[in-house]
């Protein structure tokens, strides 16, 4: 079966650190790419950026750039997404998912985030 | 910056079919995905390339994209299709999320 699970409920203080992880299994981890999305408090979702594990090639969304860092360890085939300095407006469920393209054609055609982790719950606050 | 607008809400009886939108610039020259989300619950892909279901989705969804408007549509909505829809592309190698729109079954 392929799935993604994440790490646990974090609470943290403002200015804190973090590395929340998203561990694949039942597929090629380093030939997908890795996306997170961000999930605040009944809001919508936001897409963070991407990692692809095969050659560590990151991109992220101008909203995040320099916010967050995405890495992965493909030896334990886990992605993971950290923060420096937390804020209360980190406050958030954070999903990471499995991206996929196909090459037909000479072309690139996007099929979506297929697999999708669990959530990791992210409180902030003093 | 590329932006998806979605209906915030969507209202359907059961057994009758549900439409949702999401609009963006030349929505139609990309390729769009849409996912469910149920409370507490992580999302579901359920269209991508405008008009494919993943295995495992029923057939009453099916998807279209043209010019500059995607649609989710929902053939004998059932109770628990009830759930957030969010509509998905990309622009410029980054990947943008409509607003979501909540369908209720009523």
Redesign the interface.
Known sequence: EVQLVQSGTEVKKPGESLKISCKGSGYSFTNYWIGWVRQMPGKGLEWMGMMYPGDSDTRYSPSFQGQVTMSADKSISTAYLQWSSLKASDTAMYYCARQVWNYVGGHYYYNGMDVWGQGTTVTVSS | ?YDLTQPPSVSVSPGQTASITCSGDKLGDK?A?W?Q?KPGQ????V???DT?R?SGIPERFSGSNSGNTATLTISGTQAMDEA?Y?C?A?DS????????TRLTVL
């Open positions: 910056s390729s995905c996912y989300q992580a999302p579901v892909l269209i991508y390339q494919k993943p957030d969010y998905q990309w190698s980054t990947g943008v999320f409509g607003g979501g």
